[in-house]
């Protein structure tokens, strides 16, 4: 035999040892398997292909950024995003709370939201400024230099449950004006807000958006409009700490129009990237992966710096576990090789399978040989009767009827072991067994 079909043998042996013995621990084969199922369910190996990004009107600035964001993401992933176009921040959460609703990721503001309104989501970190734009009629009011007189004018508010709307409330709460309790203070969507304030029927408007939404920048270029210059957006941001102040560079919004006059401060808070609870892991890493891409490779950047985003600054929606692995260790070095998917499971799989590496290696090394082993279980009863009947020879006299008793257990025993299959290297020990009972025998017929 040569060494190849000797090594056939040994493994036909191995596996049909293995086979013998699943049979005889049922309990523990079926709780192995059920060990191996709840394994692959808890790693969730396979995740769907599918984002439902809720986030604003088509026109929007979060709109275009999940398009831009869908560039990065789906060249690198082959990922399906679509954008769900909602009423802002609000309902974004809203539906990401709904089991039911399809909707998986959204943007949203940390300020906008109760504390009920966060059980269902994750952060994944903010992604880029939004400043908390108020501007109001010039020709109207005069120069507003005060909280406190802008509110006795006209003030144009977003929709009742939008993000918008939820800020503005905060931020005059901290000097003790409740919008909710004045007449004066209107809801509305944004567009009839912004085209009220151009004719007149408004004098101020505050919302939240970044500099690139059309809408905004539709107002800032309109005649009269003038935007508020929030002189204690430090203090507001040390109050709370979702809230940052930023400066809209004097000429920044258009050099030779120089819009602003002069260097303004605004109060601004920051865009949070939210996902379901319930989103797959490896989802919410290649949304953090498109996310920096967008980030770093932005064409238009401009509160943020390059690189800045994202990051996790906004404490009052709790951070993924996914998002807080990626800020502490960064992402995967498999990402570099690997399908996205398959990275994300490497990466939380590989102290497990060192564990069990560490555990089963040397294991191993001990060398089981379940064949020999099955085998030498199979002998031991034998042997066992092949001692009581020698004890029996060396402790009576036999009679005639004895040893023909003896003789008959003696035959059904070789009969058992000749019929019985002898894995391979194990020769040896099956003919010292024949032998053993070949030595009984004979003492047998002498005694």
């Not at 508010?157 to 209107?186: C, H, Q, T």
């Not at 809801?187 to 408007?205: H, M, P, Q, V, Y």
């Not at 129009?257 to 379901?276: E, F, G, N, R």
Request: charged share 25%.
């Amino acid at each position: 035999m040569n060494t190849f079909g000797y090594l056939k043998l040994v493994i036909r042996d191995e596996f049909r040892a293995l086979k013998e013995e699943a049979r005889e621990s049922k309990i523990f084969v079926i709780t192995l398997i059920v060990a191996i199922i709840g394994l692959v369910i808890y790693l969730k190996p396979f995740p769907d292909r599918h984002i439902f990004f809720a986030a604003f009107h088509p026109n929007s600035d979060w709109s275009q950024l999940v398009n831009g964001s869908a560039n990065h993401v789906i060249n690198k992933t082959g990922l399906d995003i679509k954008a769900i176009y909602t009423e802002g921040a609000v309902e974004n959460v809203a539906r990401l709370n709904d089991p039911n609703d399809q909707a998986n990721a959204g943007f949203t503001y940390g300020l906008a939201l109760e504390k009920e309104e966060l059980n269902g989501i994750y952060s994944l970190g903010s992604i880029g400024y939004e400043p908390v734009w108020i501007l109001y009629n010039q020709k109207r009011t005069g120069k507003i230099h005060s909280l406190n007189t802008l509110a006795q004018y006209k003030v144009g508010l977003g929709p009742v449950k939008s993000g918008s709307y939820r800020i503005a409330k905060k931020i005059f709460e901290v000097i003790n004006i409740e919008v909710d309790g004045r007449k004066n203070f209107l809801s509305d969507t944004f567009a009839n807000n912004g085209a009220k304030l151009k004719n007149g029927e408004i004098d101020a408007f505050i919302f939240v958006s970044t500099n690139r939404d059309s809408a905004t920048q539709d107002l800032l270029h309109s005649p009269n409009i003038a935007i508020f210059d929030f002189k204690n957006a430090d203090a507001y941001s040390k109050k709370f700490n979702s809230f940052v102040k930023l400066t809209l560079p004097a000429d920044s919004l258009d050099i030779d129009k120089q819009l602003p006059k002069h260097d303004i401060s605004m109060l601004a808070t920051t865009t949070s990237l939210v996902v379901k609870r319930t989103m797959h892991p490896d989802l919410q890493l290649a949304l953090l992966m498109g996310a920096k891409d967008g980030n770093r490779n932005s064409n238009n950047l401009f509160f943020a710096k390059r690189n800045e985003f994202p990051a996790y600054v906004d404490p009052l929606i709790p951070i993924s576990p996914v998002a807080e692995h990626y800020y502490d260790y960064g992402p995967p070095h498999s990402m570099r090789y690997l399908p996205y998917w398959l990275a994300g499971l490497v990466d939380r799989t590989w102290l497990i399978l060192l564990t069990i590496l560490a555990i089963f290696y040397p294991l191993s090394k001990l060398n089981f040989h379940f064949r020999k082993f099955r085998f030498t279980v199979k002998e031991i009863p034998h042997y066992k009767e092949l001692l009581e009947i020698e004890k029996r020879l060396c402790n009576q006299k036999l009679s005639a009827q004895d040893k023909v008793e003896m003789m008959e257990r003696l035959d059904r025993i070789n009969s058992i072991a000749i019929q019985g299959e002898v894995p391979i290297s194990e020769e040896a020990a099956y003919f010292r067994f024949l032998n053993a009972i070949h030595l009984l025998r004979k003492k047998i017929e002498d005694a």
